[in-house]
């Protein structure tokens, strides 16, 4: 078991939390974040300001400077505008509510355009030599090519590149300093072979024929996905009806398409990260639909996704294994504020994600008392379970890893681990439809197959 402050426990792993137990949760706490495990909950808003650093040659008033390695430009600038953003917001509230030991925090945000090896070495060389206390990075190298210059520099670093090579990467090389601000790729796969099951099972959706077609860009990432979610769907006594890689950018999906059309499988399987590719895939489809269920891997939880497909997205299911969490009030309150500082509503995923470990590092700052003693803030991070507007942060749950695991797949407690999100789009709205107790609503079935 878990103790919140004040008092208050939460059910631990072998236990089970009710929808209300664990909103009431998050309000009680106020958007700010809530500690219910570690050295206990000290927001950093709220840090007596006697106690500043003076380190890098400063007062209590001299900022604290902190980077954001973001995709400004680029392919992925969709999703780096949702980082930066994020970050902003946790920074204006905590500036707001007093800075963390009574100094204001300042974002130096450097492009790492389209994260290729060189630029993300400069990008983080630079940071490491401008003194940030800390760094917010939505996405890393596959090769891991920046993580040694972390490492060496002992600066806590924040990421949600969501590839389990950067794990391996940080198990192998011992690193303590670099936190993975989510569950790895690996369980995205297995997490909707589950979907697809419990599906059937409860009558909702009877598939037309038992078969897969997966369509998936040539990256590691896309890949990863689709062979375990092709082998999981196999192993169910699943057929594949074609398995077709592409480059991203892709925007005419023609020979793809007259493929799937002549095999009517029942699920057609989409594993990439660009909106502009899947938002193009699923107009095209829906000029001459198959009789298919239609999954696409993340892309959705952009809001520029829904803004190229239109209607032609109505049906569309789709997952995270970080998200915003809908239905949560906390999660409300932090889109309302979203909304009303850059009068857009909030992404699903790397808005929210960037403004929780945002947070989560200010407070642990905030405990460590000194936003420079990286040794003591790292292990305080390490020993931390947060719960922010994506649900539960705790990156001590796999024995070596600095990474977050999933509820349902991992834990069946809701309270220790990062919820595994499974949207479907109805009417233009984002629908979450697992896993309980996070749900908004219930699937539906595709128009094009009604």
Not at 52 to 70: F, K, N, R
Not at 112 to 119: F, G, I, L, S
Not at 384 to 389: E, N, Q, S
Request: one cysteine or more; aromatic letters at 10%; glycine letters at 12%.
């Amino acid at each position: 078991m878990a103790s919140e402050p004040g008092g208050q426990r939460v059910a631990g792993a072998g236990g089970r939390v009710t929808r209300r137990q664990l909103l009431q949760g998050a309000v009680g706490a106020g958007v700010g974040g809530l500690v219910i495990g570690g050295v206990g909950g000290y927001l950093a808003g709220n840090a007596g300001s006697g106690a500043a650093s003076t380190a890098a040659g400063g007062g209590s008033a001299e900022p604290i400077l902190i980077g954001s390695a973001s995709p400004v430009t680029g392919p992925f600038a969709g999703d780096g505008q949702q980082m930066v953003r994020g970050q902003q917001l946790a920074i204006a509230e905590i500036n707001t509510a007093g800075g963390v030991l009574g100094r204001p925090l300042k974002l130096q945000v450097l492009d790492t355009k389209a994260q290729e090896p060189d630029v993300m070495k400069n990008v983080f060389q630079k940071l490491v030599s401008q003194n940030v206390a800390a760094i917010f990075s939505g996405f890393t190298t596959y090769t891991s090519v920046e993580y040694p210059i972390v490492a060496q520099a002992r600066i806590p670093m924040f990421h949600v590149n969501t590839w389990h090579g950067n794990v391996d990467y940080v198990k192998e090389h011992q690193i303590t300093n670099i936190f993975q601000g989510d569950p790895s790729e690996t369980w995205y796969g297995p997490g909707f072979v589950v979907l697809v099951s419990n599906l059937i099972e409860s009558g909702t959706w009877t598939p037309a024929k038992k078969s897969i077609f997966v369509v998936t860009s040539n990256d590691p990432y896309s890949l990863n996905i689709s062979k375990t979610f092709q082998a999981g769907m196999e192993k169910q006594g699943w057929t594949t009806d074609g398995f077709e890689q592409f480059t991203v950018p892709q925007a005419d999906w023609t020979g793809v398409l007259v493929k799937i059309r002549s095999a009517n499988p029942g699920i057609v399987f989409f594993s990439d990260y660009a909106a502009g590719d899947e938002a193009s895939f699923m107009k095209q489809f829906r000029q001459s639909p198959t009789n298919s269920l239609v999954y696409q891997q993340y892309a959705p939880s952009i809001p520029e996704y829904l803004d190229l497909a239109g209607d032609a997205a109505d049906g569309v299911l789709w997952s995270t294994v970080v998200g915003v969490l809908a239905g949560d009030d906390r999660a409300k309150q932090f889109a309302e504020a979203f909304q009303q500082k850059f009068n857009r509503p909030p992404g699903f995923s790397n808005a929210g994600d960037q403004y929780d470990l945002v947070k989560l590092w200010a407070q642990a700052a905030a405990e460590a008392g000194d936003p420079y003693a990286f040794d003591k803030i790292n292990g305080i991070v390490k020993g931390t379970i947060y719960r922010g507007v994506c649900g539960t942060y705790s990156f001590d749950l796999d024995p070596g890893g600095n990474t977050c695991m999933p509820y349902p797949d991992f834990t069946p407690d809701p309270s220790l681990g990062m919820p595994h999100l499974t949207f479907q789009i109805q009417n233009g709205q984002q629908v979450l439809i697992s896993p309980d107790p996070y749900t908004t609503g219930t699937f539906q079935l595709p128009a094009w197959l009604t």
